[in-house]
């Protein structure tokens, strides 16, 4: 890799193409074929790309929205990535910016590497937010391994819709203060490693029932509002020197004159809102440009690339038509728009971009995540204290793979155990104790997280008919879609790793508190 030049030896040394050239930053494939590869390598030589940004594969949730590609799991994608950052550096005439999301770790992108808790595991975390800053940090240093500079979280939305599609779990939850709170030590851990960060998704993608890779959600709240609340984080975080904001694509008349224009779109939003008003100096990155809630709408190869250019991104990430955005740029910015967008990009470059990075192990997350699993424990209501623990009877909901929360409990107590609807048969009537466990195949709310309404139905039918300790090992969210109210007590884990499935057994045992604090709300 060369070795980064200071802009003011760059200014005078890149073409107007070439500079132009760094603000896309495409997408790049960790699984790719070689012929895939081969492209990429082309469009690095002839465009002058600043950067790249990695996911999965062309399966991944990233560019398979409806989920109609079957994902192919590599054991070495890791160390695949690795390889081939290096290989594409080598190509490279100008040191490449690698970015990718790693909100709960590499492992939001690549398989065995490690995992972190999400973010509203984290929002549960009562008055420790040096746990967040040592996420922040090791996920950072995980990143760093790969050979990536810039880690594209922590998410600053504040969650207050139960129903958001895409949000939900990667936010630290819905009050301003504390998302802003964690979002700052997360921050400041990534930055300790030298590693940037990226806050998302400006202005605010909390209060939505659309997933913006699938269409264009609608806010309609007043200015007032925003600035009040989804705006807060956005605010303090410029206050603090945040290094780059994501611009979402989310439709919110009130901070564009009443236009239904997406945000990434709009120079009401990024121009006079967050650089005049909001003040802020660093580099704005687009959400990715292939998502259908812009992408559909665009069908001119060049043209999205140039509006989200004129509307304030200096970094225009996932464009698929980069040779053509680029010749639209050329066509119709001035060379003085351009060259305020090149610095911007060019001295986050010079502060990412070290000419020796130390290789370091992957880190070991299972010290930190055994910590934080012990602080987010959440007792929603009741006590276990009035469960007979001596006569009752295990069932599993969801995935019956996990069982490490009743094999622990089993060490010490001996009881039955079901798994799921089909062996429930006449044992239930055995007992008038019920201990569930919760595992949501999915941490996103739709189809009901995955759940039956055959299961859902189940737990409310025990709820109300037997005594019931209820462990959840998952999103929050799904206690939405029960009736919890005559429950004995309801436990949140979050997850559902083996740690937090073993810290939740000892609380059980009666071995320990749950200390933490739900940081959504829960309808009553």
């Known amino acids: 890799m060369n070795n980064i030049t200071a802009y003011s030896k760059a200014k005078t040394t890149l073409s107007l193409s070439e500079k132009v050239g760094q603000l896309f ?14 492209q990429v390598e082309k469009l690095i030589s002839e465009a ?40 594409y550096q ?46 922040g940090k090791q ?10 500079h810039w880690n594209l979280a922590p998410v600053v939305d504040i969650n207050n819709n139960p129903n958001n599609p895409v949000i939900g779990y990667r936010s630290f939850g819905e009050n301003k203060y504390l998302v802003t709170l964690k979002a700052a030590a997360f921050i400041k851990g990534t930055e300790i490693e030298g590693v940037l960060s990226c806050i998302k998704h400006f202005p605010g993608h909390g209060d939505t029932a659309v997933d913006s890779h699938l269409g264009l959600p609608l806010i309609e709240k007043s200015k007032e509002e925003l600035i009040k609340n989804e705006l807060f984080p956005f605010q303090h975080l410029i206050n603090e020197g945040v290094d780059s904001i994501m611009a979402g694509h989310l439709s919110i008349p009130a901070l564009a004159d009443g236009d239904k224009i997406p945000s990434s779109l709009s120079k009401k939003m990024l121009k006079d809102l967050l650089r005049d008003e909001m003040n802020f100096k660093g580099v704005i990155i ?25 509307a304030g991104n200096d970094v225009l990430c996932f464009s698929e038509h980069v040779q053509e955005g680029i010749k639209t740029i050329l066509n119709n910015a001035t060379e003085e728009q351009i060259e305020e967008s090149f610095k911007r990009i060019w001295l986050l470059k010079e502060k990412a971009i070290k000419k020796e990075v130390p290789t370091v192990p992957l880190s070991n997350a299972s010290v930190l995540n055994k910590a934080i699993a012990k602080e987010s424990l959440t007792l929603f209501q009741g006590s276990i204290k009035d469960f007979k623990r001596h006569n009752f009877i295990g069932l599993t909901i969801g995935s019956t793979e996990d069982s490490t929360f009743f094999d622990t409990i ?17 044992q239930l009537s055995k007992f008038d104790n019920v201990l569930i466990a919760i595992y949501p195949p999915k941490a996103k709310p739709a189809n009901l997280f995955d759940i039956s309404q055959e299961q859902l139905d189940l737990i409310d039918t025990l709820i109300a008919t037997k005594n019931v300790v209820l462990y959840l090992f998952g999103n ?15 436990v949140i884990a979050y997850q559902n790793f083996e740690t937090f499935q073993v810290n939740a057994a000892q609380h059980f045992l009666g071995h320990n508190t749950a200390p933490g604090k739900i940081p959504v709300t829960i309808k009553s």
Not at 100 to 123: C, F, H, K, S, V
Request: aromatic share 10%.
């Open 25 to 38: 930053m495409p997408a790049a494939f960790i699984n790719d074929s070689e012929e895939e590869i081969l």
């Open 90 to 135: 080598n190509k490279s005439k100008y040191p490449l910016l690698i970015s990718i999301d790693a909100e709960w770790g590499l492992a939001m992108r690549i398989e065995n590497t490690p995992q972190y808790p999400y973010a509203i595991t984290l929002g549960a975390i009562q008055n420790n937010e040096y746990l967040i800053f040592s996420l």
């Open 286 to 310: 687009s959400d990715a440009l292939n998502m259908h809630a812009i992408s559909k709408n665009y069908t001119t190869k060049g043209a999205l690339e140039w509006l989200a250019f004129d």
């Open 410 to 426: 089993a060490e010490e107590i001996s009881f039955q155990k079901v798994d799921g609807l089909q062996q429930l048969g006449t």
């Open 139 to 148: 996920i950072a240093r995980d990143c760093k391994t790969a050979g990536i």
């Open 476 to 490: 929050p969210y799904v206690l939405n879609h029960l009736n919890t109210e005559k429950a004995i007590a309801v």
């Open 48 to 87: 002058a790309i600043g950067g790249l940004c990695f996911f999965h594969s062309r399966a991944s949730a990233a560019t398979n929205f409806e989920g109609k590609k079957k994902i192919v799991y590599n054991e070495n994608s890791f160390e695949t990535l690795r390889k081939l950052i290096q290989r």
